[in-house]
């Protein structure tokens, strides 16, 4: 990862250059995002896995735009991968297909104190089997702007961590009443 982080860098770098070079820098919307994060440590966890900790699942996600959005702004506001190709979409001004999952992001470029969405699910079919688990392990887990909840097929625990007041995410109210 430490490797890999100044690669992307450079490689990025080349890109923007590259758009600059050829005075493409007022038709060009870059886009810069990732397929999910890494444990690095925390939580005593190494690359990604089966915890769905904060981590693990905020990737990087960077709009560019120089005919939309705020400049040099962050938002809180709750997506996912699904919302980028509908965002995509709705920034070049077509419809997605009946029945489409993704909701557009451009209201919060434009707005980043706007609200999106209220809640994410994530769902993990891991192909291994998991020691301590006995069994490849399907998990399932929606995260709010206050809480986050994890559920294990086949077993009678899971995880419950209120964001706000635990943001580490170390305390499990799971069995809390």
Not at 86 to 106: E, N
Request: proline fraction near 5%.
């Amino acid at each position: 990862t430490c490797g890999s982080i100044p690669c992307i860098d450079e490689a990025v770098g080349r890109m923007l250059r590259a758009v600059q070079d050829y005075g493409l820098e007022e038709s060009t919307v870059v886009i810069f995002t990732s397929d999910h994060g890494e444990h690095l440590g925390d939580h005593k966890l190494l690359l990604k896995g089966l915890c769905h900790y904060d981590e693990l699942l905020r990737v990087p996600f960077i709009w560019s735009d120089p005919h939309e959005g705020a400049r040099g702004v962050h938002t809180a506001a709750i997506s996912g991968t699904i919302d980028l190709s509908a965002t995509i979409l709705d920034r070049v001004r077509l419809q997605p297909y009946h029945g489409f999952q993704g909701r557009s992001f451009l209201r919060v470029i434009n707005d980043p104190s706007a609200s999106h969405r209220a809640e994410m699910l994530i769902e993990d079919e891991n192909q291994r089997h998991v020691a301590g688990l006995g069994t490849r392990p399907r998990e399932r887990t929606i995260v709010t702007d206050r809480w986050r909840l994890s559920i294990f097929l086949g077993h009678d625990w899971g995880e419950l961590y209120d964001l706000k007041d635990d943001p580490g995410e170390f305390k499990n109210l799971w069995d809390a009443p």
